[in-house]
């Protein structure tokens, strides 16, 4: 093996190419394995991964065979990150002056946790609802969010809730 496929760290859903080169008697082939295990019809110098998911996280390596002998690649691996979820929160409204009741919802991450995640608000009319007016609660999964309108003030405003991980996703 001249070149070793090389370990990467990809969100899900893109496409993902390992490769290797080899030298040595003629002809090579080559079977790719994923957790030791061979990969059904991974039978060339590269592999393309499409659309990984968090699934296609692990090691990954490739077996050379020729009429010499065999060796194995060193292992590269997958690291595969993938999004924080946030459940629905449903629209509300509250009448002027009135602080809202602790709205609940959940958050989930599937390669670092819940309990890591950050939630933060953004307001789309500041001088209604300061975004230092909108406080959370809860941990884990279950979260849950507060708001407080400015005094004497009345409108319309759309609060955007949202997630993020470690991972900064």
Known sequence: VTTEPQSQVVTNGVKVLFSVAASGTAPIRYQWQFNGNDIGGATNSSLTLTNVQFAAAGNYRVRLTNNV??????????????????????DRQT???IVSPFISFTVGDADSGAAVLQVCASSSNASLVPTNRISFGGAGGSRTVQISPATNQSGTVTITVQVRDPDGL
Request: proline content about 8%; charged content about 20%; aromatic content about 0%.
């Open 95 to 97: 009448d002027e002056d």
């Open 69 to 90: 002998g065999s060796a194995l690649s060193a292992v590269a691996t997958l690291t595969v990150r993938v999004p924080p979820t946030i459940s629905d929160i449903t």
